[in-house]
């Protein structure tokens, strides 16, 4: 029986043959890649048995007296396989090569072959077909645009911008504090007040045609997770991190909402004042 720990020695080192990938498969193969819109890399591996059958379907000179080339096939021309192309001289040793075309956005195969003194190609193998990005700004153009909310200026400064130029502790500090605060908003608001929409505007049941609305208000904030908090004089229960959050129903006319908050030890206070006013007016049919 073998211990852990003698099995730790044992492979601590890998076989000396096993550090490295092989040179070669024992297949004969060609594989194209995409580099940029254009240039592409190809590779492949030609066995000893490919050249074996070559040299005995084109003579023992074959490999000798022919050019040994990358043939480069425009797969995007009509007739594709004795359409456009150009030949690239290569060496079969290389096992790869760089092909650079002169214009973007196209589809091309390569095929590694033999031109012979006589003229004519002999192919040995191909690669798959690859298509180039177009190396231009693109001709699609959005037909729907984003309108920018009025209230940029209070989104931007929600998502933490104000934070830029701190430490990096600092700026996550911040930004989980504002997360807490946003997320606190839509899913852990506590309510302090109920809509007035169905004692506001309730439907009327001898008419098809209605239409309802109000408007609530959500405050929000966040100060140290032991501060003793109020807003208009009523204690608020802080989240662990010290965010917390109200919703209110927002009838017509001002409102103030005065939040005040004190440390720990009662040494320090700071105070913001908010002050909100609503509006709302009713228009018969046909008023705008």
Known sequence: MVSSGQLLEKN?????????????????????????????FVYWEITDGSKARLA?????????????????RDMASPGSEDGRFFDVPVR??????????????????CELGLVPPEGGFVGIVKTNIVTLPAGRVSEAMDEKWISVSPDFDKLLELSGVEYIGKGSG????????????????????ASWGVSSLSSRAPRPEEKKFWLAA??????????????????????????????????????????????RA?????????????????????HGSGEI
């Open 12 to 40: 601590a080192q890998p076989e000396a043959d096993s550090r490295e990938l092989p040179e070669r498969y024992g297949l004969t193969m060609a594989a194209l890649m995409p580099r940029d819109d254009k240039w592409m």
């Open 56 to 72: 005995r379907e084109h003579g023992d000179e074959i490999f000798k007296k022919s050019r040994q080339v990358l043939r480069v």
């Open 92 to 109: 079969f040793e290389a096992g790869s090569w760089y092909v650079h075309v002169p214009e973007g956005g196209g589809s091309y195969c």
């Open 170 to 189: 600092e700026v996550a500090k911040s930004l989980a504090q504002r997360w807490e605060m946003l997320r606190a908003v839509f899913s852990r608001a």
């Open 214 to 259: 109000d408007c609530e208000l959500i405050l929000y904030g966040a100060t140290d997770p032991d501060a003793f908090v109020t807003v208009s004089g009523r204690r608020v229960n802080l989240n662990p991190d010290g965010t917390f959050s109200m919703r209110f129903a927002l009838p017509d006319g001002g409102m103030d909402l005065p939040v």
């Open 262 to 282: 004190m440390s720990k030890d009662e040494t320090e206070h700071r105070q913001i004042k908010i002050s909100v006013a609503r509006s709302t007016r009713l």
